[in-house]
């Protein structure tokens, strides 16, 4: 399986075919005989709260560059969904957070300009079970703690203003 529409085979690289399965055209390896899945690709944020404050991070590049989002990126083939949320924190931001720390409170779908999509978790720890300052890592350009009210959430993506709000009463 693959996040963009495959040409070759991932297990044996052989040239894919097209075949009709399920209704739908699929890609498929007659060496093989198996199809070849597209599927979304999976992610993880987390809401650090403090009070009525978020952590975010500002896009250091695309897609959405320069826009206010929750910390969080792709979650590896080999990690639980924690794990990778914990350390995508830990990279954007400098904050460290436990894995066993953080409770999932939303899901989402996000929409890329080129067709793909990614699923993703959310998850919500309070200031008090983190440890660091936040300093922008990674490919954010900018990290901090912002409160929900402030001007700043005009530049969050469509949805992300009522997920935060969500965070923020999960921890309360």
């Known amino acids: 399986m693959?996040?963009?529409?495959?040409?070759?085979?991932?297990r044996c690289g052989s040239p894919l075919k097209s075949t009709r399965?399920?209704?739908?055209?699929?890609?498929?390896c007659e060496a093989c005989d198996r199809i070849v899945f597209q599927q979304?690709?999976?992610?993880?944020?987390?809401?650090?709260?403090?009070?009525e404050d978020v952590l975010l991070v500002q896009r250091g590049?695309?897609?959405?560059?320069?826009?206010?989002?929750?910390?969080?990126?792709?979650v590896e083939h080999d990690e639980p969904l924690a794990v990778a949320a914990a350390r995508e924190l830990r990279e954007e931001t400098n904050v460290e957070a436990s894995p066993v720390d953080l409770v999932p409170f939303d899901t989402w779908q996000s929409d890329f300009s080129d067709g793909v999509?990614?699923?993703?978790?959310?998850?919500?720890?309070?200031?008090?079970?983190?440890?660091?300052?936040?300093?922008?890592g990674s490919d954010a350009a900018d990290a901090r703690f912002r409160p929900l009210d402030s001007g700043l959430y005009e530049d969050l993506r469509p949805g992300a203003k009522a997920r935060t709000r969500r965070a923020i009463e999960a921890v309360e």
């Open 2 to 10: 693959t996040k963009l529409p495959a040409e070759f085979c991932p």
């Open 21 to 28: 399965f399920e209704g739908r055209d699929r890609r498929y």
């Open 40 to 51: 979304p690709g999976v992610a993880a944020n987390v809401a650090v709260v403090d009070g």
């Open 61 to 74: 590049r695309p897609p959405h560059e320069g826009s206010w989002a929750l910390p969080g990126g792709a």
């Open 117 to 136: 999509y990614a699923v993703a978790v959310g998850f919500v720890v309070s200031r008090a079970d983190t440890a660091g300052e936040p300093a922008a």
